[in-house]
């Protein structure tokens, strides 16, 4: 059994239509609410599932349908949705992390009396994101992206009473946005070139061959080709979306909100949106390398600006001190990862990484979730320690996270998908760097991640917090071991000698052989990361929450300069901030000063034309009115004269004057 | 030409009579002889509606006012001798003039001769006139009348404390 | 619209048959004297038929006027120098006769010429009126293309006569009482006429033919459509009968020559021939309004159903005239005298405001003209609505707040 | 003489005979009947007009005496009852006795 | 259909309901609010009428009305109706009651603001469906007066100086207008909007009054609507009427009249002087855009709730102008073109729509929040609204994520279309307006962290539940703000026939 393809806009009105009727829930029931949530994602879940199942049946098929929004022109504005393995997968994987962080919610949440909201917001988020999903329509898409991203500021400020989080919710709007500004114009680009924003329309769609010959073989300004800059353009949005550098500044803010959501729209679904279009539009970035002369493969770019983030991310994650952050950080890393792969050509790869990453991330965030809730949301693991002992499930879990996004070898998920991004990025022709970016990653991200681990769970604890912690209630716990049990798992889709996603994926993909030499080095790296990590955080640990970072101690400024995040908010602040704060002052004081100026310079004018005006009429003009009313009445005088009063005088005038004029007219006439 | 001659020397007649009357309703009611024969008149240059109308207003309506009129302000003594102005002569002489003046006019202009077909311009064609282009002339002319009708009222009835009984 | 009346042959043979009497007298004579002769057989056959029945209205109105007041009524008089009395039918002969050989009486300073002229001119004015009204499909005496108009013209000129009475008697009574006279019938001829004008209105015309060819036709196959049984139409008719009632000097308005009111009236000093004449007069009058109401509102000569119009025309203008004639009599049998007051309030403040706003529903009615089956019964409440309401509410103020009056000066 | 002559004839006397009457009579009613009859007289010629005139099918000479018929009306019922006003303030309606508006 | 004089009727019941209300000097409050309503209300029953038989088919005038009326100046009263006078009755009919139910909670007598405000509806009416130049300056004039008194007796501080600016700020543009028709009339002899536009697509316009004279008319009647609109920089009469203006006359203000001005330009200056606009529109595009984005960043600075709406209107109705000028220069003749000017337009309209219910939702709020802070607005004065007031909040998030371009709310498809149809005409045009997207996110999602974010302070502390007018007025403008973000086709079909046509018709 099979979803109709028509059927396709159920899987995200579902959660959708909850979202509407969480609204208007009372307040009073959040009950209710929560289980609206559920049931709809659930529902989803479903459909998906058998979505997914109708386009495995048969891949290379594209199931389409699409529909008209409104006329324009002699066109239309057409929308549509797609059910093909890249969608429907990422569907599947969103709905069934998402009902699992509803359910985690449904604890950590359990005494917010804003809970309802809490799902409201969720739900919209679910629905939007599988609609992004099934879109086929790069305007659906569009539509849902912002949506999206709507449901991101409000979860983000979800606690919007502290300004923290109020300011990290309008900085993630806003910074995204400049990326969204950039899709924008792509898109409206695109639908200029080609007049439509459908991916595939029996041919006509965007991502087909006619309309991909004719964007590359246009060129534009700089020499690109039209298919290079509106490549860039769309990339913007992803760059944006999925908090790479330079747009990343808004993601480790972003946790601010409360746990769950960043584990589920600030890990596993919304930030990945962003690899998830680059996957989607493939075609068009790839549609210029068949170019010889381009100046610059938007590929290349691609793959550039997901290895610098990939290092950037794991770099400042070493230094972090809070849970989440750390986390963050490693997401924003893993996303570069991604974009790497995907500028390397390996999308499927980039998908398997963000499949798998979607699971121990969300685990991971969830584990984190749990040890702040039972450490009575203390976040800071200078606090935190030996809890090892006191949330079992949490931290073997967690564990299992940790080892995976570590890329512990052949046993968790994260092992494969890693190998495959470093096979594609090794066989990548043009540039040997993001290899070699990719490979410090790895090593850098099995450090970090151990630190974390060991400060978190090893030695004893440092804060209160930590001493009073218990484990979590199973609603919690349950959610936690199937993401751990998933992280295992997903990883064997796509080994090396049974890439059954690749292929389902993209059934043009070939497994390459020759990558044992690869893994070894990968293998070691890991193994070095994590003894290195080992060496410095968990032999030793710290004692106590103000000792100074061992890191620290070893390679200060480094540390210093990490932990700022190599203090790219402060250069933001300091130069697109201050720019914009004066162009608004500058046009305010254009207004102010200078129209408002002309006007009040134009009004005073008037009024001295006035002045001159009214002295002219009183001098002037009124003399010789009052002579001449003077006269007037003068004369008024002598004709009353002739008034006698006596009415059959007047009809002797009349007749007199009737026979003159009359003897007048005809003697005139006469002549 | 026979008839219009006898309307008019009847109307002429009666005209001239009434104005040199002494008992003013005798006056008054041969004026009205004399716009009956205006209304012939009407009728026989084939203006039906306007021949009907004069005589609605002028026989039912003008020489009941007139007639009211001369009631109400006679005097409560006929006046014993009548009294003669100095302006009879003159007056002839006025009127004689203007009746040269006009008739030497007349008979001096070259005017179409000879009597056409009477018109084809009956009541139908009158109203679509009426209602038509001048339907607001029409209209002005029921608010002229409408308030030449209450001023008369004012005029006529006076403070009301005069007439209280 | 209804076929050409003028085609005598279309008509049946009973229709025809007054035009063939008229032929079979003149149709020897060379054609303009032909005309003429037609002309005067018809003022001649006017005369005849309305002078008759005025004498038989006379003894009409005695007779209903007795049986209503549960008496016989004149019942003596009858074939003269036989014993047969016809239920009184001799009656108005021997009126006539007594009419006729009484003293003819004038003041004593009176204006002999005028007392003369005015039952005269009344006479003559009152048998004018008759020229226009369609007697029958064939039988219009003139038709005039302002026919409703020139009815009412003739009519006007009844108040002169009136008043000429009333003056050359040289009797104050009868002066004041023309005076008063006159009031009345200004007043009354006013919503006589608007009553009039929104039969013109609809009808589009003002000739007394072309309004009863307006009347033709039959709404569902059986209802006739004369304009009294329209919503306006109906309004207007009341109107017209109280205001042609009161045009006639009828009961109940019959102040003028009431003989409780000042002695007689302007007929105080008439007698004999003159006063037969006035009283004559007035009769033709009431039968010539009562002609037009029944051209005007009541179909004219149509037949009240489509299967009853074999019957000639003019036995359905005669029989609807009676009708009418007798409801006149009727309304005179049941009514009391309205005082002076009451009679002018009820003109100005009721059937002059009820005549204008009727003449709006009427309008109306013709804008509405082209609204579909659907609509009519939407027509038809806010016509009847617009007619009932301020009849309804200006009744109301007409009686409002009346108290038996006050007599200061009794 | 062509008939619209006499018509126009007929008019100019009874014209002359409303404007002598005007001049010549002191009974404010009079004056004012005079006044009528120069009213008729100017109707006269419109429908004289109309009659012998060019476009008698325009009607414009019966549409002006269906005015002018209007404002005579007008005329009759305002002037008579500025004549009763008259008698009511000096007792008579001699013309020349009303000059308090002398100026 | 029926010879009912519809459009009549629709400008003339707000006027039937002033005069009710004018004639009844005792009338009570309650009576006058009610009778307000109902009166404003009468807009959308006839609007109902006017949709169920209006034929989208078309694109010439519908329900036309003409009548002579001066006929020595060749004037008739001419009404008619095509897609676009429809959208804006539409948007008339949405506003004008919610702005009668703005005034509801106001302390003092209601008789004679709800009077002016009716008398305001009437005239914006009467813009939006005369085809004659005389009827139709008559309302364009007609409309400062109600508006004028609105602001000088009922308006917040500084009222007095506002509406004196703003009346003379924009008679004075009416006067170049004018002058403007007059030398069109000297040299044609009509006012019809018809027949004008036939001598200016002829070139006729510019053959009578000659290379200058037409110049100097185009000049005319380009400044009489550019401030009416507002084009920068002939704005600065508006952010302090707006920030004086009592909350119902600003909602006309900002929803209604100033799609006056835009109304203007499509109707008027666009089809009689196309060449002159064609030429001109560079640089007019130019000031369109400097609107966008100058206009977003001095709202970025504003402490003022009320004067950050009012640049955001001059930024909103910037993407109109943008969008218009672009078409206006744009040569014609190929498809691609065309498409793209039938996107600007179809954008222009919907965003004509959009902009009126968002910014009368906005300004709103704002005038809801200052009755309950007492007269205050700056955005100091409150924090943490959404914690003390959650229902207002989630209304005001609406409107404030609709004006920002939220997809889904109202004002998206609009934006969209616009920068569709302008990157495909003036492609540099659509990239210097972009910053202007961005800084309206930032001054909107500032003034939404300063006002309902962050902990609850000032005038928030103890903010009054909303009472039931002010919840079905804001209802109201929610479902508008919604519905045509979820199926803008609803507004498209009015007018898609008619801006394909205009697209179609460009000078080549």
């Known amino acids: 059994m099979h979803l109709p393809v028509q059927l396709t806009w159920l899987i995200p009105a579902l959660p959708a239509a909850a979202a509407a009727m969480i609204a208007v829930v009372p307040a009073r029931r959040p009950g209710l609410g929560a289980g609206l949530a559920l049931a709809a994602l659930a529902g989803s879940l479903l459909l998906a599932v058998l979505a997914l199942g109708g386009a495995l049946a048969d891949p290379a098929a594209r199931l389409t349908h699409t529909f008209t929004w409104f006329a324009v022109g002699h066109g239309a504005i057409r929308l549509g949705w797609l059910l093909d393995p890249l969608g429907t997968l990422l569907a599947v994987m969103v709905a069934a992390v998402g009902l699992l962080i509803f359910t985690f919610s449904l604890g950590y949440l359990r005494d917010d009396p804003r809970a309802k909201q809490f799902f409201c917001f969720l739900s919209l988020f679910a629905g939007a994101m599988l609609g992004l999903l099934l879109a086929n329509s790069l305007l659906l898409l569009f539509v849902c992206w912002e949506l999206v991203g709507l449901a991101s500021y409000l979860l983000i400020g979800f606690w919007f009473q502290r300004p923290a989080a109020a300011q990290a919710a309008r900085k993630a709007f806003i910074t995204t946005r400049i990326g969204d500004l950039g899709l924008l114009l792509g898109l409206v680009w695109l639908q200029d070139s080609t007049g439509t924003l459908l991916l595939f329309d029996g041919g006509r769609g965007v991502l087909e061959a006619e309309a991909l010959g004719s964007l590359a073989g246009a060129t534009t300004v700089g020499g690109l080709a039209v298919s290079t800059a509106i490549g860039l353009l769309l990339f913007c949005g992803a760059a944006g979306k999925s908090g790479q550098v330079p747009l990343h500044v808004w993601l480790p803010d972003a946790m601010e909100g409360p746990t769950p959501v960043s584990a589920l729209i600030h890990a596993a679904t919304m930030v990945a949106a962003g690899v998830f279009l680059v996957a989607r539009v493939f075609p068009l970035l790839a549609a210029d390398l068949a170019l010889p002369h381009a100046p610059v493969h938007a590929l290349s770019v691609v793959a550039t600006v997901g290895a610098v983030t990939a290092l950037f991310g794991a770099a400042v994650a070493v230094a972090q001190d809070d849970i989440k952050r750390v986390l963050a950080f490693s997401t924003v890393s893993q996303l570069g990862y991604m974009m790497l792969a995907a500028g390397t050509g390996a999308w499927t790869a980039a998908i398997f990484h963000l499949l798998t990453h979607a699971c121990f991330k969300a685990l991971l965030f969830l584990g984190a979730g749990s040890v702040i809730h039972a450490t009575h949301h203390e976040q800071d693991i200078r606090r935190l320690g030996g809890l090892r002992g006191r949330l079992p499930v949490t931290g073997a879990t967690f564990a299992v996270g940790m080892m995976a996004l570590a890329g512990v070898p052949f046993l968790f998920s994260g092992f494969w998908s890693k190998e495959a991004i470093l096979h594609a990025a090794h066989g990548w022709a043009i540039s040997p760097l993001p290899f070699l970016v990719a490979l410090a990653a790895v090593a850098l991200t099995a450090f970090y991640m151990t630190r974390l681990l060991a400060e978190v769970f090893a030695g004893a604890p440092r804060g209160h917090g930590a001493e009073t912690a218990h484990e979590s209630p199973a609603v919690m716990t349950v959610p936690l071991v199937v993401l751990a049990l998933a992280s295992v798992g997903l990883g064997f889709l796509g080994t090396p000698w049974w890439p059954w996603l690749q292929r389902t994926l993209d059934p043009t993909f070939k497994a390459e052989a020759g990558g044992a030499g690869l893994m070894a080095v990968s293998i070691a790296l890991v193994a070095a990361g994590i003894l290195a990590g080992w060496a410095r955080y968990g032999r030793h640990p710290r004692s106590d929450a103000r000792a100074p970072d061992p890191l620290a101690r070893s390679v200060p400024r480094l540390h210093r300069a990490l932990a700022a995040r190599l203090g790219c908010d402060e250069l933001y602040a300091a130069t697109l901030g201050r720019l914009n704060a004066a162009l608004a002052a500058a046009a305010n004081a254009l207004d102010r000063s200078v129209w408002d100026g002309c006007v009040r310079l134009l009004a005073r004018l008037g009024a001295y034309a006035g002045l001159v005006s009214r002295e002219t009429d009183e001098e002037v003009l009124n003399g010789g009115f009052n002579a001449a009313g003077d006269g007037l009445r003068a004369s008024g005088r002598a004709y009353a004269r002739t008034q006698t009063g006596d009415a059959h005088g007047y009809v002797w005038m009349l007749a007199a004057g009737f026979v003159l004029l009359a003897l007048a007219v005809l003697l005139g006439g006469a002549r | 030409m026979i008839a219009l001659a006898a309307i008019a020397l009847g109307t002429l007649a009666a005209a001239a009579v009434a104005l040199a009357l002494r008992d003013l309703i005798h006056s008054a009611l041969l004026l009205i002889a004399s716009w009956v024969g205006i209304a012939a008149f009407y009728l026989w240059a084939g203006a039906e509606f306007i021949a009907f109308a004069q005589v609605l207003i002028y026989v039912g309506a003008i020489s009941m006012v007139v007639l009211f009129a001369v009631l109400l302000t006679r005097p409560p003594t006929a006046p014993a001798t009548p009294v003669r102005s100095g302006r009879t002569v003159p007056g002839f002489l006025a009127g004689g003039a203007v009746l040269g003046l006009l008739a030497g006019a007349v008979l001096s202009s070259p005017l179409p001769a000879g009597m056409g077909a009477a018109p084809a311009f009956g009541v139908r064609e009158l109203g679509l006139k009426l209602l038509g282009p001048h339907a607001g002339a029409l209209l002005a002319t029921g608010a002229l009348l409408t308030v030449a009708l209450l001023g008369a009222v004012v005029l006529a009835a006076g403070r009301g404390k005069e007439d209280a009984p | ?410 | 003489m062509s008939p619209l002559q006499a018509c126009l004839l007929f008019s100019s006397a009874l014209f002359s005979l409303g404007l002598i009457a005007v001049l010549v009579r002191s009974n404010a009613i009079l004056v004012l009947l005079g006044v009528e009859l120069m009213l008729n007289a100017a109707n006269l010629n419109f429908i004289a007009f109309w009659r012998y005139g060019p476009a008698p099918a325009e009607g414009h000479g019966v549409v002006f005496v269906v005015f002018a018929l209007a404002v005579a009306a007008a005329e009759a019922a305002v002037g008579l009852a500025l004549v009763i006003a008259l008698h009511r303030h000096q007792r008579n309606v001699r013309l020349g006795d009303a000059r308090r508006l002398h100026g | 259909m029926n010879s009912w004089p519809i459009l009549s009727l629709v400008v003339l019941a707000p006027w039937a309901g002033a005069a009710l209300l004018g004639l009844r000097p005792g009338l009570g409050d309650r009576a006058s609010r009610w009778l307000g309503l109902a009166f404003s209300l009468s807009t959308a029953a006839l609007g109902a009428v006017l949709l169920a038989g209006f034929d989208p088919a078309r694109t010439g005038l519908q329900f036309v009305e003409r009548h002579a009326w001066i006929r020595s100046l060749n004037v008739h009263y001419h009404l008619g109706l095509d897609g676009l006078s429809l959208v804006l009755v539409l948007l008339t009919a949405a506003v004008a009651p919610a702005a009668q139910l703005s005034g509801w909670g106001r302390a003092g007598p209601a008789r004679v603001p709800t009077l002016l405000l009716l008398l305001l509806q009437g005239a914006a009416l009467g813009v939006f469906l005369a085809q004659d130049f005389f009827p139709w300056f008559t309302c364009w004039e007609l409309s400062l007066v109600p508006a004028y008194f609105l602001i000088r007796l009922w308006g917040g501080p500084g009222a007095t100086r506002a509406a004196y600016q703003f009346v003379i700020y924009t008679i004075g543009g009416s006067a170049f207008l004018l002058a403007g028709f007059a030398a069109l009339f000297a040299a044609t002899g009509t006012f019809d909007f018809g027949q004008l536009a036939q001598l200016g697509r002829d070139g006729a316009l510019a053959e009578r009054l000659g290379p200058w004279g037409v110049r100097a008319a185009f000049a005319g009647v380009l400044l009489g609507l550019a401030v009416k609109v507002p084009l920068w920089p002939f704005h600065t009469w508006l952010p302090p009427a707006y920030a004086a203006a009592p909350t119902g006359t600003v909602m006309l203000l900002t929803g209604v009249l100033s799609k006056m001005g835009m109304y203007g330009f499509l109707r008027l200056l666009w089809p009689l002087f196309p060449a002159q606009l064609h030429a001109a529109a560079p640089a007019l595009l130019a000031l369109a855009v400097a609107g966008i984005v100058l206009g977003a960043w001095a709202a970025l600075r504003q402490e003022d709730l009320r004067r950050m709406l009012a640049y955001s209107s001059i930024n909103h109705l910037g993407y109109c102008l943008a969008a218009l000028f672009a078409v206006a220069a744009a040569a014609g003749g190929e498809r691609p073109a065309e498409e793209a000017a039938a996107a600007a337009l179809a954008g222009l309209v919907l965003q004509l729509f959009n902009h009126g219910v968002t910014a009368a939702a906005l300004f709103l709020g704002a005038g809801i929040l200052e009755a309950r802070a007492g007269g205050r607005s700056g955005l100091g004065d409150f924090g943490g609204l959404r914690a003390t007031a959650p229902a207002f909040a989630a209304f005001a998030g609406v409107a404030f994520f609709a004006s920002l371009g939220l997809p889904g709310l109202s004002g998206f498809v609009g934006e969209f279309l616009i920068f569709r149809g302008l990157f495909g005409l003036h492609p540099a045009a659509a990239v210097l307006a972009l910053p202007g997207l961005l800084a309206t996110a930032q001054f909107l999602l500032t003034a939404w962290r300063r006002v309902f974010h962050g902990p609850v302070q000032g005038a928030a502390a103890g903010f009054a539940p909303l009472t039931a007018a002010e919840r079905s007025a804001l209802v109201l403008l929610t479902v508008l703000m919604i519905l045509p973000g979820v199926a803008p086709g609803l507004l498209t079909s009015l007018t898609h026939p008619l801006v394909t046509a205009w697209a179609g018709h460009l000078p080549r």
Do not use: C
């Open chain 3, 1 to 410: 619209m209804n076929p050409p009346a003028a085609d005598p042959l279309a008509a049946g043979l009973l229709e025809r048959l007054p035009l063939l009497a008229r032929d079979a007298l003149t149709g020897a004579l060379p054609e303009p004297w032909r005309w003429v002769a037609n002309g005067l057989l018809a003022i001649l056959a006017i005369i005849v038929v309305f002078s008759s029945l005025f004498a038989l209205l006379t003894l009409a109105e005695r007779k209903v006027l007795a049986r209503v007041q549960n008496r016989p009524g004149p019942n003596r008089a009858g074939l003269p120098l036989t014993r047969f009395r016809l239920g009184g039918l001799g009656q108005p002969l021997a009126d006539g006769i007594k009419m006729l050989t009484k003293e003819d009486i004038v003041p004593r300073g009176a204006d002999p010429v005028l007392h003369f002229l005015a039952p005269v001119v009344l006479l003559a004015l009152s048998l004018l009126t008759f020229a226009v009204l369609p007697y029958g499909r064939l039988l219009v005496p003139v038709e005039l293309e302002a026919g409703v108009l020139y009815f009412f013209a003739a009519g006007a000129a009844t108040e002169l006569a009136l008043f000429m009475a009333g003056w050359a008697s040289r009797n104050k009574y009868s002066l004041l009482a023309a005076m008063r006279a006159l009031a009345q019938l200004i007043s009354y001829e006013l919503p006589l006429l608007l009553a009039v004008v929104p039969v013109v209105l609809l009808a589009g015309s003002l000739s007394t033919s072309g309004i009863v060819a307006a009347q033709a036709g039959w709404d569902l196959g059986f209802l006739p459509r004369w304009f009294v049984l329209t919503p306006w139409g109906f309004a207007s008719f009341l109107i017209f009968l109280t205001a042609a009632l009161a045009e006639s000097n009828r009961s109940p308005f019959d102040l003028p020559e009431a003989e409780s009111e000042l002695i007689a009236g302007h007929l105080t000093e008439y007698s004999g021939f003159k006063y037969a004449l006035f009283f004559m007069a007035e009769y033709l009058g009431m039968t010539a309004l009562a002609g037009l109401g029944v051209t005007l509102f009541l179909g004219g000569w149509r037949a009240p159903l489509p299967f009853l119009e074999f019957v000639p025309s003019y036995a359905w203008f005669g029989l609807k005239l009676l009708a009418l004639l007798f409801v006149f009599i009727w309304i005179r049998a049941t009514f009391p005298r309205l005082r002076i007051d009451q009679l002018t309030r009820l003109a100005w403040k009721f059937l002059v405001p009820l005549a204008l706003l009727n003449l709006g529903t009427a309008a109306l009615w013709a804008l509405t003209a082209g609204w579909g089956p659907a609509l009519q019964p939407l027509r038809w409440l806010g016509a009847v609505a617009l007619v009932a309401g301020p009849f309804v509410l200006l009744g109301r103020g007409l009686t409002a707040g009346l108290r038996p009056r006050t007599y200061r000066f009794a």
